[in-house]
């Protein structure tokens, strides 16, 4: 298993970074250079690729070694993937030898035992680099390789350049990544890298849309400690935002900014649940505000120009001017992406996410705990969830009585107390027996579900009274579309009292 940190140089300073005392009072030997030529290889329709590997031959003076590589999974940068490797006679793949290493009973195992693989394999792109290795061991023992690369990656006349650092655990937690990677930001300006250099290359070769990641299923042991279900829901969350990371910056997908946004939501949700055992330190805790403020506009601005004015001025007289209003507001969301992208690809959201990661993989929370906390830490997750659970579950039935004749502050106060029900609802699913929760947790959905549609239609409002502010000759256009909007919520209060009735019905089934 490969367990390496990616970061990628804003400027070409790789020489100032090797010459750090950072990096140089902690070499085990004296760092080295390489010049290393890999080709990648793969089928006219990209088996490889849909299988979601990559097939490499390096080139290191007169040795070759084939490297076959999963995609795993990466969180924060850091790239966790299975790596099968070995040495070969030429610059051809020999598939010999990677169908010994790879197990029989998988579908890329399969792939590489049809018998006509190797001769539809043909090369795809080449990365030329030169490379500077160190072997370091940090002050807690870890040892970490150090890899930095300047080069670039050629697929026909297309070329990319390569300016990356990698920092590869050699013994130790992966972990002690992120905390020497947050020193060496202090020094050096960087930023997540969110793409291997096998990604980089296929990108060249093919177009291949950002697709917006869910959040993945949590599955929680039922004899876990509370502090190992709280890591557990973290990662679950970081995993989400990292995921969509790439599609914020490289993409004009509006579901890539949705998603990052319910990780952070999911996130900070995960924090509050837990904060009087773990408390999160106020300075990550802002900067978690900081970039879920970043996204939001975006988001707001997204669901009004491609969805609800879109739904509210269909069909409208001519007279109303829907193209001006449209245009306007996809004018506006454009620029609030772009905002939000050039956020995740800062300095700042690196350091944010490698201090998260670090954090809340070293548990340093433990510090400072009393004896009755450190219990609470250790004892079963279940009790706790189940504590939490009916908590919240109290708080949204005392803030959502005569749900339907709210107003729209304490209608809000309600739609964050379902929200908060319903994340923590999926976090501890899995600790009780199955199906349990399934009923609970559709009526929940559905009424979260509709108080978000609801919140969507006032900060839709909000948003089209701004336009006017800024173009008052948009005002009649504003105005139509105020008012479809207006009549849809007025036309929703049976619904909303229907799903109330029907949640509130719905007890906790323990």
Known sequence: MERELKLELLQDEVDRLIA??????????????????????DTGDLSLR??????????????????????????????????????????????????????????????????????????????????????????????????????????????????????????????????????????????????????????????????????????????????????????????????????????????????????????????????SLIACPPELQEEIKWIAGELGPARDWEVLAHSTLREAVDGAPSDVGADEILAAANEVAAEARQRAAQAVDSVRYTRLILALNHWAGSGDWRHGHGDAQHTELAGPAAKFALDTLHQRHRKLLKRGRRMARLDVHRRHRARIAAKKLRYATEFFESLFPAKKLQRFRRQLSRLQDDLGWRNDMAVADDLLRSLTVKDPQLASGTGYARGYLAGRVDADKEQLQSLWRRFKGTRLPF
Do not use: W
């Open 20 to 41: 750090l005392p950072l990096l140089s009072s902690r070499c085990v030997e004296p760092p080295h250079d390489e010049q290393l030529v890999s080709t990648y290889f």
């Open 50 to 275: 849909r299988h979601r590997a990559s097939l490499r031959v390096r080139q290191a003076g007169d040795h070759f070694v084939q490297t076959l590589k999963t995609q795993g999974r990466r969180q924060g940068g850091l790239y966790e993937r299975n790596e099968f490797e070995s040495a070969i006679a030429g610059p051809t793949p020999d598939l010999t030898a990677l169908r010994e290493k790879l197990p029989k009973d998988t579908a890329l195992g399969d792939l590489l035992r049809e018998g006509d693989l190797a001769e539809r394999l043909e090369p795809l792109f080449v990365s030329e680099v030169q490379r500077t290795v160190a072997l370091l061991r940090l002050p807690q023992g870890a040892e970490v390789e150090v890899a930095l690369d300047r080069g670039s990656i050629r697929a026909g006349k297309a070329t990319v350049p390569i300016r990356e650092l990698e920092l590869e655990i050699q013994a130790g937690a992966p972990t002690a990544l992120f905390g020497f990677a947050l020193e060496l930001l202090d020094a050096i300006p960087m930023r997540l890298s969110r793409a291997s250099k096998g990604d980089r290359g296929y990108a060249l070769v093919v177009c291949e849309p950002s697709e917006a990641v869910r959040a993945a299923p949590l599955t929680l042991s039922d004899e876990a400690s509370t502090e190992a279900v709280f890591q557990s829901i973290v990662q679950n969350c970081l995993a989400q935002i990292s995921a969509n990371e790439h599609g914020v910056v490289n993409s004009d997908n509006p579901e890539t900014v949705h998603q990052m946004r319910v990780g952070l939501r999911r996130l900070r949700s995960a924090l509050d649940i837990f904060q």
